[in-house]
């Protein structure tokens, strides 16, 4: 059982705009950055979004992220092929005195 | 940046291993290195994380008191001492510097 929770999967077409969502509590979400990751098959985990809605260098901006309370979200829009994947939420927790993950969302472009 | 990690492998539950994780590319000393794993079809787990000076560190509670993080900055090396394992620790481990650079990862599987 993760601390922070996803949807296990999400959809949509070629050019549609898609969101997951990432739930947590007030010592995690709530009180601190949330980053998010792709991995795909294989591979190591990728960084997209961190302190919320800030993209390393290479990642395009149909990518964004926001939050709301204990809550955050990471959109993508004008979906490619090539976003298939999982996709992970992270943040500290002050509790646990250490990163939480959420379970991850496979992304499936139809 | 570059980060490499060795020293998986298979090992009989309640054995040791030692990780390690090359990194070259930035400055090390000034960075905070994470470890990380993934279970055989399962999402990430965070394992610790040891600041740029080595003097404060933080382990998961699924970890603590058996794996110890650790660091060589003359050596631009980040370590994992992982004791009395379990086949609950077969993952791939990765050391990750600040979330934004990963290395390719190392399986350790625990096993008789």
């Known amino acids: 059982q993760s601390v922070l929770t996803q949807p296990p999967s999400a959809s949509g077409s070629p050019g549609q705009r898609v969101t997951i969502s990432c739930s947590g509590s007030r010592s995690n979400i709530g009180g601190n950055t949330v980053s998010w990751y792709q991995q795909l098959p294989r591979t190591a985990p990728k960084l997209l979004i961190y302190?919320?809605?800030e993209r390393p260098s290479g990642v395009p901006d149909r990518l964004s992220g926001s939050k709301s309370g204990t809550s955050a979200s990471l959109a993508i829009s004008g979906l490619q092929s090539d976003d298939e994947g999982f996709y992970y939420c992270a943040s500290w927790d002050d509790s646990l005195h250490g990163v939480v993950f959420g379970g991850g969302t496979k992304l499936t472009v139809l | 940046v570059q980060l490499v990690e060795s020293g998986g492998g298979v090992v009989q539950p309640g054995r040791s291993l030692r990780l390690s994780c090359a990194a070259s590319g930035f400055i090390f000393s000034s960075y905070e290195l994470h470890w990380l794993r993934q279970a055989p079809g399962k999402g990430l787990e965070w394992v610790s994380v040891i600041t740029s000076d080595g003097t404060k560190k933080y382990y998961a509670e699924s970890v603590k008191g058996r794996f110890t993080i650790s660091r060589d900055n003359s050596l631009n090396t980040v370590y994992l001492q992982m004791n009395s394992l379990r086949a609950e620790d077969t993952a791939v481990y990765y050391c990750?510097?600040?979330?934004?650079?990963w290395g390719q990862g190392t399986l350790v599987t625990v096993s008789s």
């Open positions: 302190n919320y809605n």
């Open positions: 990750a510097k600040d979330f934004d650079s």
